[in-house]
């Protein structure tokens, strides 16, 4: 089954303690980009990458780092997580060009206390 | 900046009804108009999507009508069923040239009534 997966759907954790959230999609899709929801403010890009070892800063890129040493996986770093960054994240991925059609993953919902 | 404006923020719809969705934007260099359905607990999904060179899109009880001089785009849903209630967001692809951008309105909470 063709998918996104991400890992941990659920985390609560307090300020300062880094923590990595998983994302990987089994479709071979060049473009994988991550997305945090909040209400009244929609989705909005955190950082992107275009290929393996390609990445660059979305719109909210703040206190995020990403890598993509493989095809497959695009994981979210926050180093020194704080309580604004509690929030409801998305991986997506696509191919290149076709970015309309992207691919979400079920979505990992963070508490920093 | 808020480059794709979407409205209303909710909508209540009865059962059978039209629901109707708008989006606005102005970067004239987007090249692909998406509408993502998002129900509780789950990642949006794409519903249907236009390209700027068409006026109107029509899948099953989805239409995106399209006015390019205007600059706006919107959904409507026929015969609205409660199985629509979900999230709507309206969306605008920038292309290769933009690093594939996509870029998101604020999202519409539809609620369909029985």
């Known amino acids: 089954e063709a998918q996104v997966t991400q890992n941990p759907r659920y985390l609560i954790t307090v300020t300062g303690k880094k923590l990595t959230v998983t994302c990987s999609q089994n479709?071979?899709?060049?473009?994988m980009s991550w997305y945090r929801q909040d209400p009244g403010l929609g989705l909005r890009q955190i950082y992107y990458?275009?290929?393996?070892?390609?990445?660059d800063k979305g719109d909210v890129p703040e206190g995020y780092k990403v890598s993509r040493k493989e095809k497959r996986n695009f994981p979210l770093i926050l180093e020194s997580p704080s309580p604004n960054q509690t929030s409801l994240y998305f991986c997506?991925?696509?191919?290149?060009?076709?970015?309309?059609?992207?691919?979400f993953g079920p979505g990992t919902r963070l508490t920093v206390t | 900046q808020q480059q794709v404006k979407q409205s209303p923020q909710s909508l209540i719809v009865q059962k059978g009804g039209i629901s109707i969705i708008n989006c606005a934007y102005e970067?004239?260099?987007?090249?692909?108009f998406p509408w993502y359905q998002q129900f509780p607990g789950k990642g949006p999904a794409l519903l249907i999507a236009?390209?700027?060179?068409?006026s109107e899109k029509k899948e099953g009880r989805f239409t995106i009508s399209f006015n390019k001089s205007a600059k706006q785009f919107s959904l409507h849903i026929m015969d609205s069923q409660p199985g629509d209630s979900a999230t709507y967001f309206c969306?605008?692809?920038?292309?290769?040239?933009?690093?594939?951008?996509?870029?998101f309105g604020t999202g519409t909470r539809l609620a369909v009534r029985p």
């Open positions: 970067n004239t260099a987007f090249d692909y």
């Open positions: 479709m071979n899709h060049e473009y």
């Open positions: 969306a605008a692809s920038g292309g290769k040239s933009s690093g594939d951008k996509l870029t």
């Open positions: 990458s275009m290929n393996v070892e390609v990445t």
């Open positions: 236009i390209r700027p060179d068409v």
């Open positions: 997506a991925s696509s191919f290149l060009g076709s970015s309309y059609e992207q691919y």
